[in-house]
């Protein structure tokens, strides 16, 4: 356990569906990450918020719309998705930008 | 430009020492990160060096560093079917009033009994 939950764990939805990822973490933390995880390619920073504030937007498409209530809390809300964006979806927390970064276990998503 | 790179793939048997190579280009870094992922898990700190040290042991795990050269190396010893995995190394960057970790492509590491 690293102190950050992911749920679901699981995602299957089709390229019309809404639905949202949700992380958490449980270790006081000021910095959070969304990354995407595609099979054969590398890891890929998405969003950073830190101090609920998002500082990083790496070019992501805006199907994917990022939201931070607290320093706990990270959703990633999913709308018009297409097959491409079928990955493992990792959500990591920091104590400051630049530290360590704490992974959740990861959502896996499936669009049909 | 920031930019981290490791080998894709590397074959051991159990109980042979592992080394899992890593290079970076940012000279500033001020920490490099081994993380360890696991078949359908996330990502796991496994250890970590300060940029001003040459190496670091913790229990099977060695790590190297050498910053003339931005070269970074893990040795796992005694390798295990258990640590068939992949590993990614990363490094952190500031910047100004910000950062972030740039991670490798990560090695998979396959250990045969």
């Known amino acids: 356990e690293t102190g950050v939950t992911q749920t679901p764990r699981h995602l299957v939805m089709g390229m019309t569906n809404k639905k949202s990822l949700k992380c958490e973490q449980h270790l006081g933390h000021n910095a959070m990450y969304w990354y995407k995880q595609s099979a054969k390619k590398p890891l890929e920073l998405m969003f950073v918020?830190?101090?609920?504030?998002?500082?990083e937007n790496n070019s992501v498409p805006s199907r994917f719309s990022p939201e931070c209530p607290n320093s706990s809390h990270l959703f990633l809300h999913l709308h018009t998705l297409q097959p491409e964006d079928s990955a493992l979806y990792l959500c990591?927390?920091?104590?400051?930008?630049?530290?360590?970064?704490?992974f959740g276990p990861g959502t896996r998503l499936t669009v049909l | 430009g920031e930019d981290v790179e490791q080998s894709l793939f590397l074959s051991v048997r159990e109980g042979d020492s592992s080394v899992i190579n890593c290079t970076y280009t940012d000279s500033s870094s001020t920490y490099l990160y081994w993380y360890k992922q696991e078949p359908g898990a996330g990502l796991q700190l496994l250890t970590y060096?300060?940029?001003?040290?040459d190496m670091k042991q913790d229990q099977r795990l060695t790590v190297l560093l050498n910053k003339k050269d931005k070269h970074l190396s893990l040795r796992i010893a005694d390798t295990q079917t258990g640590d068939s995995a992949i590993y990614f190394c990363?490094?952190?960057?500031?910047?100004?009033?910000?950062?972030?970790?740039?991670f490798g492509q990560g090695t998979t590491l396959q250990v045969k009994p």
């Open positions: 060096i300060f940029s001003n040290m």
């Open positions: 990363a490094e952190s960057i500031n910047s100004g009033n910000t950062g972030k970790l740039i």
């Open positions: 990591a927390s920091s104590q400051e930008l630049a530290f360590e970064q704490f």
């Open positions: 918020y830190s101090l609920e504030e998002r500082v």
